[in-house]
């Protein structure tokens, strides 16, 4: 379904992205884990076409990615909804309206320009809202929205795009814990009940391994990791983040020393 070969992103000298290869054969949810700085956001952004891939290639259902230009590349973008860390909505317009954004790319310059909708999107932007649990919140404007509200409303808006896939991009990484679990079980609800595949980069291992089918690890541009969460052993984790005196993120850490216990837990056992 979806084939990434020989994917490169350089800035120069520099490989954001180096020869990554990837291979997902159903639409499944997977989480692309690594340090900052890592390669997960260009890879995401090369996938969306926000960015373009310096050599190799996106194949998705046969089609070259890569390679679309102009009313194409748009048609891709809209099957392929990007969610971002900062949920990157409208502050002053209502969440609805919010929503309906999502149908931006079929709609006409005349009816942007007037913020005309029709009835049929309306109802259908309330009914993702009430599948994600803000329906009340609609009329509200997004800034009076708390973060974890507001990244649902952008989870709302990729969904009424109805796109094939949602690519996240560490969409929890401005939240606080009870809100993260809600924003990815929302996620994971959307792939679960739409069949839509879901990539979120998230820079700790834990979320990944509670949420994801599949895990695809990150170092320096490369993948060094790529399994389901449960051949995702304490060694390929420190393989996935390295050895450094930086290897100190707080729940990444946390959660290594746990695996470290549960290791030596098994040895002694
Ligand atoms: N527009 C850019 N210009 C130059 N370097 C960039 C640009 N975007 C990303 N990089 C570099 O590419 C590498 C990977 O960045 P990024 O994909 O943002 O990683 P991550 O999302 O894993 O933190 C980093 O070294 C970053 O500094
Ligand atoms: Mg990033």
Redesign the pocket.
Known sequence: MLTVTNLT?R??S????DNANFDVNEPAMIG?I????????????MMNRL?DASEGSIVFEGEDITALKGAAKRAWQSRCAMIFQQFNLVPRMDVVSNVLHGTLNRRSTVATMFNLYPEDDIHKAIEILDRLGIADQAPKRAEALSGGQQQRVAIARAVMQDPQIILA??PIASLDPMNAQIVMEALRRIHEEDGRMVIA?L?TLDTARRYCDRVIG?R??RIVFDGTPDQLTTGAARDIYGAGDDFSEAATSTEIQALDRSAATAVNA
């Open positions: 992103k800035f120069g520099k490989a954001a992205v692309i690594g340090r900052s700085g890592a390669g997960k956001s260009t890879m995401l952004r960015a991009d560490e980069n820079h990150m320096d541009g």
